[in-house]
């Protein structure tokens, strides 16, 4: 069940990767209609990883019982290493090769604010990487969650963070953030109950799910219900089902993080190479080319997850090892 999870995070991140590829090949007039509802099947990937990451603090905390200092550097050791080495990397392309980029432009304060995850909920521009904006709704959640950790009753912590996200909705946060709501709420009834679901009522659950972000409602609608209900289906679906036995898709899963942050440039370079083939005399050449981009991106993601997410948080340990080491050294 909890194994579905990690597959779950990598189909969110392929839905991710392909918003992002069909736009990009129109804007290099290598358009396709051929993936039907992509852009918002993709564009729900986001959601998906809210309602996730809600409920996996939830799972993490019962398990785990952090203090709140505890569970905060926890979230940051798991986020921050990987985004602040992409950050970095990109600004010092930015800087040193300001030519190679048409859209992008360094930017000082852009970059600080982006360290520190509060660039686009402070002014509403994009980050350095600007798939980060997600990432600054994450550190707030998990802020607001290890703020709630003062109150040991994991019950009570829950119900204070999800009444803080709601006021913060009302006091004008964007309501994505209660998906995270959705996300705690299955953890609390997953963690105190032993509710089966039928295998078919799962699948059924995870169809409707992606079903109802194809409807063109006639009226408009908070994205938390648009997007983030059939999100909350699909979850629970997948939460519930027996356990799905993927070596890969349990591989991409663990390199979903990475693949996530470094997708939109493998799509960039991806397309600026089949912008010199242009339309080629093949059939669903367009298609192809879109499918490549996912490819590529899938790869670079799993690549940079064991070239550079695994060392990094490797180095991080024996940071804190030393650390703890020298600490115990100079006070015994």
Known sequence: MISNIQILRAIAAILVVAFHAVPTAKSYQLSTDFFYKIDVWGSAG????????????????????KTPAEFMKDRIERIAPLYWFLTLSFSF?????????????????????????INYLTSGNYPVLFVGWTLEYEMLFYLVFALSLFIKNIFYSTIICILSLISMVYAGLNDIVLEFCFGMLIGLIFSKTKIQINSFVCFISIVVGFYLLTVDWNFELPRFM?????????????????PIKSRLFELLGSASYSIYLVHVFVILISYRVFSHFG???????????????????IVAGVLLHYIVEKPLANLVDKFKNGLKRKFFEANY
């Open 93 to 117: 392309l930015l800087f040193i090769f300001p030519s190679a980029f048409n859209v992008w432009a360094f930017d000082f304060k852009t970059l600080i604010n982006s360290l520190f995850f």
């Open 46 to 65: 986001v959601d998906i990883f809210f309602v996730i990451s809600g409920f996996i603090m939830i799972y993490i905390q019962n398990k785990k019982n």
């Open 226 to 242: 648009i997007w983030g209900l059939p999100s909350l289906l699909i979850f629970i679906g997948f939460l519930y089902l027996k």
């Open 279 to 297: 339309q080629l005399d093949i059939l669903f050449i367009n298609e192809i080319y879109v499918i490549l981009s996912i490819l590529a991106s």
